[in-house]
């Protein structure tokens, strides 16, 4: 069993390069098999989602070349075959296979996606829109087939704007005939990177990044070439340690506008914020935080996958602070363990009211999902003594070199294998 071990309560100095976007590279692995070309990305993160996808891409035959942060993906010798339960369920994001699948062989088999469990997380929406582009849809226990004679372009509006559906119905769409318009499509940047690496293979996709898109099929994807955007939750998880801990902590390789909401939060807090150049700030500790209400939203609002981390953050504020989940209905799995820790916390369903200034002081605690695991270190950055993780690969899912990271700023964490 491996576990993260965590001594708190040191200064954060020095630079952190942040890398590239999970939730965009685990659609653009996906989407590289629309192509009958080489796809190459850059800035690929290491992370176990990547490798898992790598595993799929050679079920399907084909061939992969990951160094450092480049892979090339050729598709010449793809062949349509189940995606096994087993690959399937180690992420979320093996779903999008259903939508290249569908676009690329008018058929898929795939079983009910991972992922972490922050609620039901149904793929109603998904679902509905390959049925509105023609396709039969048939659940047989926990697999699902997907078959069609022919994609054809259709206006789907979604009931909520998921990020998932919006990226899988453009996935589907792309090689429709005919013309897709998604109505209230998600605007997440990582829908523009998804798109614009397909309109590079030779999409034709308008609109992403609003709440209306178009895509008008195209018979034949040929080769792409894109970058991962940088990744602003893992931008957003060490710019909250640098709130808590920095010293002239620089997060570099970020696009400022993807963590706007987060920033202003932060400066509303009175956290010393400073924009070097659009791709990096630097960040100083305040002496005391003012208390704040976060109620996390889509984008461009105050993104889900930060409210836990920030939710550390208002332990330490000076007065009492509320903090809202609004997207998934079990992203609170994390609070359990603040209190454990000393933090003065009133949970009540998806709502927060957290009150501080609080120590927190180190125990044994355990990453919950992904997020939670980030909120889990950086609370036993801050604590005093020891704190003990476990289930840390939920962490190692998404952030790349961590421990690597962190050390080279001046934190004291490591893994242990028991
Ligand atoms: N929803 C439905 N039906 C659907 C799809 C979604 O009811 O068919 C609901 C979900 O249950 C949820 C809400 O809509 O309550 C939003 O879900 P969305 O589809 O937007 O999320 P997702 O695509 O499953 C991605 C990220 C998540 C991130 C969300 C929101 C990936 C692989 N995952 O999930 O990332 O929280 O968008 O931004 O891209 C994480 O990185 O920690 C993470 C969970």
Redesign the pocket.
């Known amino acids: 069993m491996k576990q993260l071990v965590i001594e708190g309560n040191r200064n954060l100095t020095g630079e952190i390069k942040i890398s590239g976007a999970?939730?965009s590279v685990?659609?653009l692995i996906p989407a590289a098999i629309l192509s009958y070309e080489e796809v190459t990305l850059y800035n690929v993160p290491n992370i176990s989602d990547t490798l898992s996808l790598i595993d799929i891409l050679k079920l399907l035959n084909c061939n992969v070349d990951y160094h450092n942060d480049k892979m090339i993906i050729n598709n010449k010798n793809i062949e349509n075959k189940v995606i096994t339960e087993d690959l399937s369920k180690k992420l979320?994001?093996s779903y999008y296979f259903m939508g290249a699948l569908l676009a690329k062989f008018n058929y898929a088999e795939i079983y009910f996606p991972g992922?972490?469990n922050?609620?039901?997380?149904?793929?109603?929406?998904?679902i509905k829109g390959f049925e509105k582009l023609g396709a039969e849809v048939i659940i047989d226990g926990n697999k699902y087939i997907f078959k069609a004679k022919k994609l054809k372009g259709a206006k789907i509006y979604l009931d909520?704007?998921?990020?998932?559906?919006t990226i899988n119905i453009m996935l589907a769409a792309v090689k429709a005939e005919g013309t897709t318009y998604i109505s209230n499509a998600?605007k997440?940047p990582?829908i523009v990177n998804i798109a614009t690496l397909l309109n590079n293979m030779g999409a034709k996709i308008t609109g992403a990044g609003t709440s209306e898109i178009k895509i008008e099929g195209v018979e034949h994807l040929g080769k792409g070439v894109i970058d991962v955007i940088p990744d602003r939750?893992e931008a957003g998880t060490y710019v909250i340690m640098g709130a808590l801990l920095g010293k002239k902590l620089e997060i570099s390789g970020i696009i400022e506008d993807h963590i706007e909401a987060l920033l202003s939060k932060l400066k509303e807090m009175g956290v010393d914020i400073k924009v070097v150049k659009d791709s990096k700030i630097i960040i100083n500790a305040p002496e005391s935080l003012r208390p704040i209400n976060v109620k996390t939203l889509?984008?461009p609002g105050f993104?889900?996958?930060l409210g836990q981390p920030m939710s550390v953050l208002l332990t330490q504020a000076n007065g009492m602070s509320i903090f809202e989940e609004t997207?998934?209905?079990n992203r609170m799995g994390h609070i359990k363990y603040l209190q454990k820790m000393g933090a003065n916390i009133t949970l009540t369903d998806r709502t927060a009211i957290i009150t501080g200034p609080t120590k927190l002081y180190g125990t044994d605690v355990v990453a919950t999902?992904?997020?939670a695991g980030a909120a889990m270190v950086i609370a036993g950055l801050i604590a005093e003594g020891t704190t003990y993780v476990e289930e840390i690969e939920h962490v190692l899912r998404?952030y790349e070199n961590i421990i690597e990271k962190l050390t080279a700023v001046g934190a004291k964490i490591e893994i242990i294998e028991e």
Do not use: M, Q, W
Not at 118 to 126: L, T
Not at 160 to 165: E, K, Y
């Open positions: 999970k939730n685990v659609a979320r994001a992922g972490c922050i609620g039901s997380r149904p793929i109603d929406f998904h909520f704007a998921s990020v998932g559906a998600a997440e990582e939750i889509v984008f993104a889900t996958d997207i998934y209905e999902d992904l997020r998404g």
